[in-house]
Structure formats: structure tokens, C-alpha cells
């Protein structure tokens, strides 16, 4: 286990300088490569499974880059379109509310360890920005304020579909946090903890992985968490062939823009989230920590921490994008779901199941002990 | 590519199993996962190896690629011009009098040895409606249908009316087509 006593007092210079590293590298991923990215992986990849070919006609110079190009023109076009507020809409709230969908699914990623803790130089870098003790309370705090932005831009609009929009939003997100709570309570009981270190620390052994322990709250989970996404299978709020586009009807622009990165950003959040809950986090199967670093022992000690770190935070990242693609098929594999089989799912079946779950592992966990 | 069908027994009341649910999603994820992954690898292998043929995806890349053309196809009509570098129409009218639209006049005229040619041979493309019968009533092979489908637009209509410089195409770029023409068979249930 960790030890917590490290504080930042003795040495505050390396302390800012891995602080400022995270924040940029965990911003860079996120901002940089992940939002525009995904747009493209989104295009390409349901063509794909759709025997389309997808995007491909923009070019710079005659080279298409397999469709990537478009990520620039997409850039631009949102850029110089017009930003249109519609009359009667309340246009403080109307400004607000992509902001509000946006910060929260970029700052969710704040607790989320992409590797474990590694001693750099005779300083102790732990690949978490925030090790809050609270862990995944913070994630599930900072979801349920995103769907603020999402109501708020509903009501803003002054338009029906978005209000009607709005109004699912909020329905939806209601319903399926608390199962969503819920179902991870499994893996706080198993793990001990709610810090995401310790669990991804307690995954070091391949046959602990949480998909082992908790297969159902597993199932459970990754259903509310497409909930919390919005996308199809649950994305009654912005249901095209009903609500034009929901919440974000009366949008355009840049701030179009902000719902989409968000929902993107949501979608890298969860599959962060699922792979530290649920598939050893930054951990590669049969293979220690401590092993790792022994293979890369020939690089000195502090390479082969510097090795090891490079490896676990890259393997993060592989099952990251997994899940990501994985999500995608599920997005463009299902239909949607009915308003009322919605509601039925999350509080009949999702909510008693994930209770249920909570009592067979504590039956588990006593008899075991 | 023949279309590929599968008749769905579809029970009207589901198992306990297909009520589950999960498992009906892991299925259905993982057809179109199989999808993505044959697609993906026809796309690699097209792209590496530069045949189209390889992608299993129908679409064409249309201006870069161009679709297979039937071998009965019947495209822009064109005259022959033989290996002795006269055309080979003799200028006997059958396809002004076979052509629907009325389309072709023909202006005939003799040479010194006695053989007749088209003096003016004018086809006007914006009346054309590539029905082939030109082609079934020359006697000479001197017209056929070409493979040709592309750029036959104009913007005006006086661009279209092709004269008989512009239609006169070289005996072996039609090789395939008179080797077609000479089985007799211009149906194309015959095919």
C-alpha cells in the first residue's frame, strides 16, 4: 500500500513541476488528441460497421489522410459559423450552459490514476492529479453536475424540443445515478477503498481485476454509465427522429461544439473510470510492479522507473481507447430505447439488481472472512 | 458481388434467455463488430495493394475508381477507323434509317477506286439515347457502342454534336467490343 504521509512540504519546486506535468499531459490527451480524434474514430468507425467508407474528401495538398483532414475543416466550419441565440431565450443561461456540460467532464478525469506511484530521483511521482480519499465520489459529484448544463441549456433555448430535452436530461440522469451509485458499491466493499489508487494497486494481481470480482456490478455499471453518456442506446434527451436534437437544438458554433466535445470527453472519462474500477487500471496481467522494474534493471534505477512508469501509463491508455471503441459499437449497434422501457430499466431491473448485488458480495465477503 | 440474404425465423414470444437482454447485445455488438474488422482488413488490403476489388465495402471511389463496366454495356457510340487509317463505314444510311431519335445524317461521297465513305458523318450526342441499334444494323462494323460513359455533358448542346473526327476511334481500342459484336447476341439476357 501507499504511504500517505508524503506530503509536498520538503521539496514544493519538484512537487509544482509534476503537478503542472499531469495537468498538461492529462489536458493534452483529453483536448488535444481525444475530442477532435474521436469525431474522426466516430465517422470512420460506424461507416465501417456500416459497409460504408466514411469521410474522405477533404484534403490539404491532394492527401485526404484517411478522412483526418475533416477534424480541421470541422474546426473551422464551427469556428466561422454564426452564433444564433434564438428570441426569448434567456441568453446568460444560454452562454452558460455548454460551459457547464464541458468543465465537469474535463476536470472528472482529476482523480483518475493513468499509472501507479514511482520514486523518480528520490521524489515519489504518483500518476493521480488529485488522490482524493473520496476517489470516486468526486467522479460521481462532478457527472451529475454536468447534467446541469444539459437542463440549463433546455430551458435557455426557449424552444420545446430542447425544453422536452431538458427535461429527459434530467429524468434520465436522476434515475440512473442512483443505480450507477449503487452498483459500484460492490467494489468498495471488495477493494476497501474508494481511493482509485488503492484499487488499481489492489489489481496488481490479474485474478483481483474488478471484471472477476464483480462481474454483474460490472454489467450494471457500464449500462448507467452509456445512461450518463447520452448516447444510443439511452439518448432519448437528444432523440434526432423525435427532438430534432434535444437539449442542444437552439445551439450552433462553438458552443455546438462544447456539447459535442463534452460528450466525447464523457465517453474517455468512463472508459477511464471502467478500466481503473474494473480492469487493473494501469496494470498489465502476470506482471508486477516490482517485476517491471526488475526487467528494466538494466537501465538504472531511476530508468527503470522512468521505463515502467512510460509502459503502465501507455498501457492505461491501450485499454482506454478498448473501451472506447468498444462503447462506440455498443453507440451504433443498438437502437434506442423507448421512453418508459428507459425508466423501467433503470428502476425496476438496474436499481433492485444493483442492490442485490451489495448484499450477495457482503454475504460473500462474511463467509469467506 | 451477388447480394447475400438469410430468412429470419423470428419468434413472436422471446426465451427467458433473449428477455435477459445482455447477452442479445453482446450478439448483436458482436455482428457488427464483425463487420468493422472484415471491412477494415479489405480496406488495408486495397489500400496496400492498390485493388480496389479487395475492399469488401460496394462503394467506389467514384472519380478515382471507376466501376466495372458489362461487357454489353452499350456507352458513347463511335465509328472504327480500320487499320489502314480510313474509316471503315461505306456510307449505305442503314443507321440513319435504324436510329429512333434520328439522331445520324450521313453525307456519302466515292473515292478514286470506287469505294464509298461518309463525306460528313455527324452524330448529335444530345439526341442520342444509346440504344445500340446503330451498331445491330451497320453491316460493316463500322459503328459500335463504346465502354465510354464519362464527360458526354455539355453545357451547350452545339458541343454535342460530335462530327466525324471526334467519333472515329482506332480499330484495336475496340477490340473487346467488336469481339462482342461478332457473337450476334446484343440481348443482355443472353449474358
Redesign the interface.
Known amino acids: 500500500m501507499f504511504d500517505y504521509t508524503y506530503l509536498p512540504e520538503p521539496s514544493l519546486v519538484p512537487y509544482l513541476i509534476e503537478m503542472m506535468a499531469k495537468i498538461m499531459f492529462i489536458f493534452t490527451m483529453n483536448v488535444g488528441v481525444f475530442a477532435p480524434v474521436l469525431g474522426w474514430v466516430e465517422r470512420k468507425?460506424s461507416a465501417?460497421?456500416?459497409?460504408?467508407?466514411g469521410a474522405?474528401r477533404a484534403d490539404v495538398f491532394g492527401f485526404t489522410l484517411f478522412g483526418l483532414v475533416h477534424i480541421a475543416t470541422d474546426a473551422l466550419k464551427l469556428l466561422v459559423k454564426e452564433d444564433f441565440i434564438p428570441r426569448g431565450a434567456d441568453r446568460t443561461l444560454h452562454y452558460l450552459a455548454p460551459f457547464i456540460a464541458l468543465v465537469p467532464a474535463l476536470i472528472a478525469f482529476a482523480v483518475i490514476p493513468f499509472g501507479g506511484q514511482y520514486d523518480l530521483w528520490g521524489h515519489k511521482a504518483n500518476m493521480v492529479i488529485a488522490d482524493l480519499d473520496v476517489g470516486i465520489l468526486y467522479v460521481f459529484a462532478v457527472a451529475s453536475l454536468a447534467t446541469y448544463g444539459s437542463v440549463i441549456a433546455g430551458w435557455a433555448s426557449n424552444n420545446n424540443w430542447s425544453l422536452l430535452g431538458g427535461i429527459r436530461v434530467g429524468a434520465q440522469m436522476l434515475s440512473y445515478e442512483v443505480a450507477m451509485g449503487l452498483t459500484l458499491v460492490g467494489v468498495f466493499m471488495v477493494y476497501g477503498s474508494l481511493r482509485l489508487t488503492d484499487i488499481g494497486v489492489a489489481q496488481e494481481n490479474f485474478f483481483h481485476w474488478g471484471i472477476f470480482l464483480q462481474p454483474v456490478g460490472f454489467?450494471l455499471f457500464i449500462t448507467c454509465a452509456l445512461a450518463e453518456n447520452k448516447r444510443t442506446p439511452f439518448d432519448v434527451p437528444e432523440a434526432e427522429s423525435e427532438l430534432v436534437a434535444g437539449y442542444f437544438t437552439e445551439y450552433s458554433g462553438l458552443k455546438f461544439a462544447m456539447f459535442w466535445m463534452a460528450e466525447f470527453l464523457e465517453m474517455v472519462t468512463i472508459s477511464a473510470v471502467l478500466v481503473a474500477l474494473f480492469f487493473g487500471g494501469w496494470q498489465i496481467p502476470f506482471v508486477t510492479h516490482a517485476g517491471l522494474a526488475g526487467f528494466f534493471g538494466f537501465l538504472g534505477p531511476n530508468g527503470a522507473q522512468v521505463a515502467t512508469m512510460l509502459v503502465h501509463v501507455g498501457v492505461f491508455w491501450m485499454k482506454v481507447l478498448v473501451w472506447i471503441f468498444?462503447l462506440m459499437?455498443?453507440r451504433?449497434?443498438?437502437p434506442r430505447f423507448r421512453y418508459d422501457q428507459l425508466m423501467n430499466l433503470g428502476w425496476k431491473i438496474i436499481l433492485p439488481l444493483a442492490l442485490a448485488n451489495i448484499l450477495v458480495t457482503g454475504a460473500i465477503m462474511l463467509l469467506v472472512k | 458481388m451477388a447480394g447475400i440474404y438469410r430468412k429470419v425465423n423470428r419468434p413472436v414470444t422471446m426465451t427467458l434467455w433473449e428477455r435477459l437482454y445482455v447477452m442479445e447485445v453482446v450478439r448483436g455488438v458482436l455482428i457488427t463488430a464483425r463487420h468493422f474488422f472484415r471491412n477494415l482488413v479489405g480496406v488495408t488490403i486495397a489500400y496496400v495493394t492498390g485493388k480496389p476489388s479487395e475492399r469488401r465495402i460496394m462503394t467506389i471511389y467514384y472519380p478515382e475508381e471507376l466501376p466495372p463496366v458489362p461487357e454489353a454495356y452499350r456507352g458513347r457510340p463511335v465509328l472504327v477507323r480500320g487499320a489502314d487509317g480510313k474509316e471503315k463505314c461505306v456510307a449505305c444510311g442503314l443507321c440513319e434509317v435504324a436510329c429512333p431519335p434520328k439522331c445520324i445524317s450521313i453525307v456519302g461521297a466515292m473515292r478514286e477506286d470506287g469505294t464509298r465513305y461518309p463525306d460528313t458523318y455527324t452524330l448529335n450526342g444530345a439526341v442520342c439515347i444509346f440504344c445500340g441499334l446503330c451498331e445491330e444494323a451497320c453491316p460493316e462494323e463500322a459503328i459500335v457502342m463504346s465502354y465510354d460513359y464519362q464527360n458526354l455533358c455539355e453545357y451547350d448542346r452545339s458541343l454535342m454534336r460530335y462530327d466525324k473526327e471526334a467519333l472515329l476511334i482506332p480499330e484495336e481500342k475496340l477490340a473487346k467490343r467488336l469481339e462482342y459484336i461478332r457473337r450476334r447476341m446484343y440481348n443482355k439476357c443472353n449474358y
Do not use: A, F, H, V
Request: proline share 0%.
Open positions: 468507425q465501417l460497421m456500416q459497409d460504408r467508407i474522405n454489467i468498444i459499437l455498443i451504433w449497434s443498438l
